[in-house]
């Protein structure tokens, strides 16, 4: 029975931090966090659409910028990132200079927040397991 209810938890942790990465502040919607997801997922929406608004849809390159790309972390903005990186694969959107280099950051620090928004909601998913078994 242990058994089952930690394979339940498994499960569930892993939901929830799948949910987090599809949409910003999810996670927290499932945990029934309302308004902390509301604030997860304007911040992190809209500091993504500032970085494609600065250096346009281009900054997502990733053959030409792979760094940026999965190291930097956009793609933990969610998956419209993977497709957005797929639409612009052949170079069809070119960006140089600064707007380039700022919408980079804009939408890297976007996907640094989600993925630390990810492991917050996964963990607070964990403390509630905890609390329901041991209670």
Same mark, same amino acid.
């Given at each position: ?40 997922? +304007? ?8 970085? =494609? $608004?600065?250096?346009?849809? !281009?900054?997502? %390159? /990733? ?26 694969r052949?170079?069809?959107?070119? +960006?140089?200079?600064?707007p380039?280099?700022?919408?980079? =950051? $804009?939408?890297?620090?976007? !996907?640094?927040? %989600? /993925? ?20």
């Open positions: 029975m242990a058994r089952y209810t930690k394979e339940k938890q498994t499960l569930f942790l892993l939901i929830v931090g799948l949910l987090a990465w599809l949409v910003p502040g999810a996670g927290h919607f499932v945990l029934k966090e309302k308004k902390r997801s509301i604030i997860i997922f +304007v911040t992190i929406v809209l500091t993504f659409c500032v970085g =494609i $608004y600065i250096g346009s849809i !281009g900054v997502i %390159n /990733l053959f030409g910028a792979t760094p940026w790309y999965v190291v930097g972390a956009q793609v933990m903005n969610s998956p419209i990132v993977l497709a957005l990186g797929h639409l612009t052949g170079g069809a959107y070119p +960006v140089h200079g600064w380039n280099e700022i919408g980079q =950051i $804009y939408t890297s620090t976007a !996907g640094l927040l %989600n /993925l630390l928004c990810v492991v917050n909601a996964v963990y607070l998913a964990h403390l509630r397991g905890v609390q329901t078994a041991g209670g």
